[in-house]
């Protein structure tokens, strides 16, 4: 799936990509500062938040998960709420990765990050695109257990 | 004139597609949708509905082009 | 200055470092999740807060800082801050790592990193540590201007 | 008998040493420990004090052989 990355005017930047792929959070926030040369020195503080695959829930063990999603929808609706992030707090920066389709315990699921001057901003906006994601993504997880597999109902409450 | 309705997660493997056009004379809402395309039931209560990929509530009125989707409670993070 | 770390009974993972050496802390994070084996599959959620040094403070370009500690009670301090986070959340494993002496912008300052196994915990141990850190461990920041030198006075509230 | 007085940051260079050791004949408190160490005057009320590496009030009494320190507000992270 490709990376959907917006730059835009007065400092706005947000980059959201939603993959089949597996993928290493800490390259990817590697990766991704190498690229904000524009907030070289203005960036005081980051927070982030990672996902993973647990190999139980709800009291069964866990063998593979199955992440369906709503393709464009689900690009439009984290454009929307990293949007609203910007409007909210004084952030420099975000990038949502999300995985989808089959995958692995400890595998990483998702990651949020959002770059600011000063730790209040980054931790609130970080924790309002995570919250949200949750809340309203329209992503669904089918987990196949030992014998059989289910439809996850709901997320664990934030 | 048609409308695009999609399905997804456990209410695409009960409904048994995830996607079928249906033929609009005449404006529908959004529970009226589910209602010709799911043989007559009424919109289940915890349903979330989209149109053309954003949120709506179930009377929402939709017009020929538009996509409609069904999906339960989501799951994602 | 040299790794503290913590390994203790009943899942209790704390791990310390205050080094006078630059770190990347992407790198730290792939590495010491690498080193988390007992926790594979457990956990499903992982807050971490980076802290940045900017290239300007209270309206005035910065061009290095010098950050002065008091050697044993700053770690006798994040030791107390980390046993307590295990108290109040259900955790899994925290790892605070702080840069001490010559430094310049964009280096990493501070890494603080909480592992759970749901994000409620793992945000709210997150924040706490690093508040607790920067209101409360004996750390100093002096700063080299173009013209002179000063002492922080003040962190920017939380 | 001595205890260490040590000194950090702006306080450090204010008193223009980093430690010192002074005799100690009878129980101090920490406001004692200043006013001796540091020429009579009283203790600014927004230092901080430790003694043996944890925080104190200034009203704690000290005894041969603790290290006693004096800091301005902290400013790390």
Known sequence: MKLRSFRRSL???????????????????QAHETSLNTHFGKTGAVATFVGTMRDSNEGDLVQTMWLEHYPGMTEKYLEKISQTAFQRWNILDTLIIHRVGEMHPNDTIVLVAAWAGHRG???????????????HAPFWKRETLVEGSRWVETNTPG | MTITVKFFASLREQVGTSELQLPVTQPLTVSQVWTQACGNSSLPAHLLTAVNLEYVSCDTVVKAGDEIAFFPPVTGG
Chains 1, 3 share one sequence.
């Open chain 1, 121 to 135: 901003p980054a931790f609130e906006a970080c924790r309002y695109l995570i919250e949200e994601l949750k809340h």
């Open chain 1, 11 to 29: 400092g706005v930047n947000m980059s959201i990509e939603v993959t089949t792929k597996p993928f290493n959070p800490w390259g990817r926030l």
